[in-house]
């Protein structure tokens, strides 16, 4: 009898292990190639608005709730508030001047991504005037990526005054 309830709690206990490994949820793998190219292409369409001097196509990087935080100036909260300063931004803007922006590093988890990258400025002739570095944190709501903080350098050094 003995032997009976030894093995029937041996049974039991594996039967429980078993089914407790089968019912545990399967853990979603990123196509980290698929995010890089959902990113770049964000960071394509941003610069796209800005050479097109449309706030609000460069606007739409942002979510409702974002933060930006931007060389020389306190930071931007709300895409309200941010897009009023790429209006602004755009009507003092008389250099046709224009900016690339490409993904160097990308961490992603669940809903959640952080992009390191790099910008750079060109004149209408081409040539580099200046270049930097950010720092974009997405949150994916509805199925899409979408920014709701980001931070901005330039390499450029500090002018005397500032």
Same mark, same amino acid.
């Given at each position: 009898?003995?032997?009976?309830? %030894?093995? $029937?709690?041996?049974?039991?206990?594996?039967?429980?292990?078993?089914?407790?490994?089968?019912?545990? @949820?399967?853990? !979603?793998?990123?196509?980290? !190639?698929?995010?890089?190219? @959902?990113?770049?292409?964000?960071?394509?369409?941003?610069?796209?608005?800005?050479?097109?001097?449309?706030?609000?196509?460069?606007?739409?990087?942002?979510?409702? #709730?974002? =933060?930006?935080?931007? %060389?020389?100036?306190? /930071?931007?909260?709300?895409?309200?508030?941010?897009?009023?300063?790429?209006?602004?931004? =755009?009507?003092? #803007?008389?250099?046709?001047?224009?900016?690339?922006?490409?993904?160097?590093?990308? $961490?992603? @988890?669940?809903?959640?991504?952080? !992009?390191?990258?790099?910008?750079? !400025?060109?004149?209408?002739?081409?040539?580099?005037?200046?270049?930097?570095?950010?720092?974009?944190?997405?949150?994916? %709501?509805?199925?899409?990526?979408?920014?709701? %903080? #980001?931070?901005?350098?330039?390499?450029? /050094?500090?002018?005397?005054?500032?």
């Amino acid at each position: 009898m003995r032997k009976n309830i %030894r093995l $029937f709690g041996f049974l039991a206990l594996t039967a429980l292990i078993f089914s407790a490994c089968a019912t545990a @949820e399967k853990e !979603e793998v990123l196509d980290m !190639e698929m995010v890089r190219v @959902e990113i770049q292409a964000m960071e394509d369409a941003y610069a796209a608005g800005e050479k097109a001097k449309d706030a609000d196509a460069v606007a739409a990087y942002y979510s409702d #709730d974002a =933060i930006s935080y931007s %060389r020389n100036q306190q /930071p931007l909260s709300g895409k309200a508030a941010i897009r009023a300063n790429i209006a602004d931004n =755009i009507a003092k #803007d008389t250099t046709e001047n224009y900016n690339v922006y490409k993904v160097v590093d990308l $961490f992603a @988890e669940g809903n959640i991504a952080v !992009e390191i990258g790099s910008w750079t !400025e060109f004149d209408s002739s081409g040539n580099e005037k200046d270049n930097g570095n950010y720092m974009s944190y997405f949150q994916k %709501r509805d199925g899409k990526y979408i920014c709701v %903080r #980001d931070m901005s350098t330039t390499t450029a /050094p500090v002018k005397s005054g500032m």
